[in-house]
């Protein structure tokens, strides 16, 4: 075989976009320009009323305010990239772009997950042992869970990019996606990458097992001490407290186990539908937890019509 040093490594990728749609890419910019300008408003607006009301300086409302800011960075990593493709057709981005991007993509939505089960335990809390809420989840230990679910994403997304570093990627630059994707960023290696793919599955399954298990277990727990009240009204009470959380695991987790699933075991789906599928998983979340939230919890939605309408009465609690 010939030595190394008579290959040149590529400094720059190329991001088709969507395979087979390039004739419609400045018609799938507008969808995506306003799901960005909805995420970007809905979650600025979901903070600044958590920061003015201090009724909502609680746990649940802290990690809602840590789960607006990783949607806002999320959709700010890939969205603009992506307009840049369908609209300017500006294909190019740099190596090193490439790979920060694909780690802040894998850091933010392990950061979320873990955001979910702490709301989840939130819940369980509220719920199960309402006596003992105040005392432990204390401000001290809502930044403690917030900080550890931080380190953990930190922690399990730097293998991936260690381990593409020290890939060598001579020939092939041309990634068939509209953000820089882990595996299609693997797969155009010049070398074995049996360690990447085996790294990069085990941190998909570990982060779904154990953070959708614990999910499950607080719900158990949760359902289990609902309907043990004896009161329909309290019952349907302590569920609507719930509600707005599990439409937004239902958002986050659906389009990212499909896409996970028809990259690993869908032979016959169309690559195009793959790529629509995983880039809306990281642009509809963001979209959508500002809406439920804003529309199922009555103290969001009250001081949002009170910032926007000033002098019209607000509905009492």
Request: net charge positive; proline share 5%; hydrophobic share 50%.
């Amino acid at each position: 075989m010939a030595d190394n040093s008579t290959y040149h490594y590529i400094s720059s990728f190329f991001l088709v976009g969507i395979p087979g749609l390039q004739d419609f890419h400045c018609w799938i910019g507008i969808p995506v320009y306003l799901l960005l300008v909805l995420a970007l408003l809905g979650n600025s607006i979901i903070i600044v009323t958590i920061k003015l009301e201090p009724s909502l300086h609680q746990p649940m409302y802290f990690f809602l305010c840590m789960l607006a800011m990783m949607d806002i960075s999320l959709v700010l990593s890939v969205a603009p990239k992506m307009l840049a493709i369908f609209w300017l057709e500006a294909h190019e981005i740099e190596f090193n772009t490439c790979l920060a991007q694909m780690y802040l993509i894998h850091t933010f939505c392990i950061i979320e997950s873990a955001l979910l089960v702490a709301m989840a335990f939130d819940r369980y809390v509220a719920i199960c042992i309402p006596l003992r809420y105040t005392t432990i989840l204390t401000t001290t230990m809502v930044i403690k869970m917030g900080l550890g679910s931080m380190i953990r994403a930190i922690l399990m997304a730097l293998p991936c990019l260690l381990l593409i570093k020290r890939l060598p990627y001579y020939t092939k630059n041309v990634i068939n996606h509209t953000y820089c994707e882990h595996m299609s960023v693997v797969k155009l290696a010049s070398a074995n990458t049996l360690i990447n793919r085996a790294y990069g599955i085990s941190v998909a399954l570990s982060v779904m097992v154990l953070d959708l298990g614990l999910i499950a277990t607080s719900y158990i727990k949760i359902l289990q001490a609902v309907f043990q009240l004896s009161s329909q009204n309290a019952r349907s009470k302590a569920l609507g407290t719930c509600a707005a959380h599990v439409c937004t695991i239902l958002a986050f987790y659906t389009p990212a186990l499909f896409s996970f699933l028809t990259h690993r075991i869908g032979k016959k789906v169309p690559p195009s539908v793959h790529i629509i599928f995983a880039s809306l998983y990281l642009l509809i979340p963001p979209t959508v937890n500002p809406l439920v939230y804003g529309v199922k919890t009555k103290q969001i939605r009250d001081r949002v019509m009170g910032l926007f309408f000033p002098n019209k009465k607000i509905s009492e609690n």
